[in-house]
């Protein structure tokens, strides 16, 4: 099973559509979170890959607008059991800034099943604050929380720009909560950092490691974990993160 998560960044769109949507087209994962996806950039990924389905609302109002933390999921293998969303707030249940973040961020998940096998596991997709601090943390506690009480028996996926390194109490919360980064986890990894500014950093020591993929299962099978640092013909970048990618099999 392929899993990847992408910031495609929400300004200066229009033009990285086809870049970016050839990224995920290439690779085809089974199931991929996208930050910074507004109204726009869901558009055209529906258009640009019909495959996928899609779970995600804005952020803003918990409807179109505002940033999507959405998880796309590919049709013709899963369908969606059960899905939802909330905030990184004191008030998870509506829209509204948390603790000291400088913008309102969410967090959606989608329950997958396995049309061939009835195999499920869950996706959770999110970005949490780049101001806040404690608001990263206590974000990163409200999903490890929701997601070990939602799916207590079941594989769980996190995936997300999370803006802070591996070093963080961000981090650590996730860590000691029941997730594994499935970069330490995979048999191949990867040490490239993952976000570049449109290659204005270089991340080939694992500088700025603020994108991740995580699971709940300290026994999956991660054979591959891959930092995409794909570029166009130029040398220009898709966007200002690079994807990251896991090979994981439950």
């Known amino acids: 099973m392929i899993i990847m998560c992408y910031n495609v960044l929400c300004a200066r769109w229009?033009?990285?559509?086809d870049a970016v949507t050839s990224v995920i087209r290439d690779r085809r994962p089974d199931t991929f979170g996208l930050e910074e996806a507004h109204k726009g950039w869901m558009d055209a990924f529906?258009?640009?890959?019909?495959?996928?389905?899609?779970?995600?609302v804005g952020r803003d109002d918990g409807k179109e607008e505002g940033e999507y933390s959405p998880v796309f999921y590919l049709r013709e293998k899963y369908e969606v059991a059960d899905c939802g969303h909330f905030w990184l707030s004191?008030?998870?249940g509506r829209p509204g800034k948390g603790w000291d973040a400088a913008c309102v961020r969410i967090c959606s998940?989608?329950?997958?099943r396995n049309k061939r096998t009835?195999?499920?596991?869950?996706?959770?997709?999110t970005h949490t604050d780049h101001r806040g601090p404690k608001a990263r943390v206590e974000g990163a506690k409200l999903i490890v929380e929701r997601a070990n009480a939602l799916f207590p028996d079941k594989n769980v996926i996190l995936t997300g720009d999370f803006n802070d390194?591996?070093?963080?109490?961000?981090?650590?919360?996730?860590?000691?909560?029941?997730?594994?980064?499935?970069r330490a986890l995979a048999k191949d990894s990867d040490v490239r950092g993952t976000f570049t500014d449109f290659d204005n950093i270089d991340t080939s020591d694992g500088t700025q490691t603020i994108d991740y993929i995580f699971t709940n299962n300290k026994d999956a099978d991660v054979k591959?974990?891959?930092?995409?640092?794909?570029?166009?013909?130029?040398?220009?970048?898709?966007?200002?993160?690079?994807?990251?990618?896991?090979d994981i099999t439950f």
């Open 224 to 246: 591959s974990f891959k930092v995409i640092h794909d570029r166009l013909p130029d040398g220009s970048a898709p966007s200002d993160h690079d994807a990251v990618i896991a």
């Open 118 to 125: 009835g195999e499920e596991f869950a996706h959770f997709s």
């Open 109 to 112: 998940w989608a329950l997958l």
């Open 46 to 56: 529906s258009a640009a890959l019909p495959e996928y389905g899609c779970v995600g």
């Open 90 to 92: 004191e008030t998870p």
């Open 14 to 17: 229009e033009g990285r559509v």
């Open 165 to 182: 390194f591996p070093d963080s109490e961000m981090y650590k919360v996730i860590t000691t909560g029941g997730f594994y980064d499935t």
